[in-house]
């Protein structure tokens, strides 16, 4: 996947930050695409953001296209390998 200049790496801030974040990239940057990606326990996160933006905030002007799932595979702190799902929701202007 190329990389963004419009991305939202969902993590541990709080939910509405993310949100904010999402509707400034539209709203401010005027921008055309916004990928919101997270991995692990923060994708569930990350569709409640894509939703919430979506049809709260930016109702009728955003839509959620392409959809990619994955996974990564790393070394943990502990030395052992382990794999970790990822997504990616591509937010497109209407």
């Known amino acids: 996947m190329e990389e963004n200049e419009h991305t939202i790496f ?3 801030k709080p939910f509405m930050n993310y949100v904010t974040g999402v509707v400034m990239q539209f709203t401010t940057q005027n ?3 916004v990928v919101v990606k997270a991995r692990g326990k923060f994708i ?3 569709v409640d953001i894509a939703e919430v933006a ?3 905030f930016l109702e009728g ?3 959620i296209g392409k959809i990619a799932t994955s ?3 790393f070394k943990n702190k502990e030395g052992r390998q382990v794999r970790v799902s990822t ?3 591509n937010m497109l202007k209407k």
């Open 44 to 46: 569930s996160k990350a």
């Open 31 to 33: 921008a055309d695409q």
């Open 71 to 73: 996974s990564e595979e």
């Open 87 to 89: 997504i990616e929701l």
């Open 61 to 63: 002007q955003v839509e």
């Open 10 to 12: 969902v993590g541990s």
């Open 54 to 56: 979506s049809k709260r």
